[in-house]
């Protein structure tokens, strides 16, 4: 299957600060990127939808002005998190999805933010 | 809009019992249907998928799934779980609204294999 990263894997930050992680294919080239955002003991909660070159469409609830999705390329990917609260803390996962692969969907490893 | 349900949120089985983990979704439309897994500390990886054709699908790693679209349901199996199975296991839907397809996600199921 596709390979995806995520940078970091793990990051702390104070509150108020803006925390930027990144999201790469490896191997393939993707139209469409999803960002999820999954609590403890929960289930994937989609963020937002973006197409390269394009504006990300977010999910009803989620603020876009503080979770700024950039789909800079057809390999990269970048979620900022704005002035980051303790309650921003989750596991942030991004998945690729390719032009001509159907509904499948290849997932990172995702990111854990944590902040203080 | 479409949902999953995924009816036991916690299973523990002992090595060599035989697993089945629920799965229903509600969509009226063409679906595809997949199933995740999530070993402790590691991402999500796809265990099998559903796209048209043998509503018997077999994954990876042992395991099975039954696509019944009378019953909106996709039900994960494996005859004989192993110890390595312990993890998380998550239904999720594609659908269509519009143009687009959007994937949602069941609240998971928590497998636990003791020795």
């Known amino acids: 299957g596709a390979v995806v990263s995520q940078h970091p894997s793990r990051v702390i930050c104070k509150s108020g600060t803006s925390v930027k992680i990144e999201c790469r294919s490896l191997?393939?080239?993707?139209?469409?990127m999803f960002w999820y955002r999954q609590f403890p003991k929960k289930s994937l909660m989609l963020m937002a939808t973006?197409?390269?070159?394009?504006?990300?469409?977010?999910e009803q609830g989620v603020e876009k002005d503080k979770f700024l999705i950039n789909h800079a390329s057809l390999t990269l990917s970048t979620l900022t998190v704005t002035s980051a609260h303790p309650e921003d803390s989750s596991f942030y996962i991004c998945?690729?999805?390719?032009?001509?692969?159907?509904?499948?969907?290849?997932f990172g490893p995702g990111t854990r933010l944590t902040v203080l | 809009a479409q949902s999953v349900s995924q009816h036991n949120h916690h299973v523990i089985l002992s090595e060599a019992a035989s697993l089945e983990l629920g799965c229903n979704y509600s969509?009226?439309?063409?679906?595809?249907l997949f199933w995740y897994v999530q070993y402790p500390g590691q991402h999500l990886q796809l265990l099998l998928k559903?796209?048209?054709?043998?509503?018997l699908v077999k994954g990876i790693k042992g395991f099975e799934a039954e696509f019944i679209k009378s019953k909106f349901s996709f039900n994960l199996r494996k005859p004989s779980v192993q110890w390595s199975d312990t993890a998380e296991y998550f239904c999720?839907?594609?659908?269509?609204?519009?143009?687009?397809?959007?994937?949602?996600f069941g609240t998971g199921t928590r497998l636990q294999v003791t020795l």
């Open positions: 973006s197409n390269e070159g394009s504006k990300a469409t977010y």
């Open positions: 559903y796209f048209s054709g043998d509503p």
């Open positions: 969509y009226g439309g063409t679906v595809n």
């Open positions: 191997d393939f080239q993707a139209t469409t």
């Open positions: 999720a839907v594609n659908a269509w609204t519009g143009t687009a397809s959007k994937l949602t």
């Open positions: 998945s690729f999805k390719t032009a001509g692969g159907g509904n499948e969907q290849f």
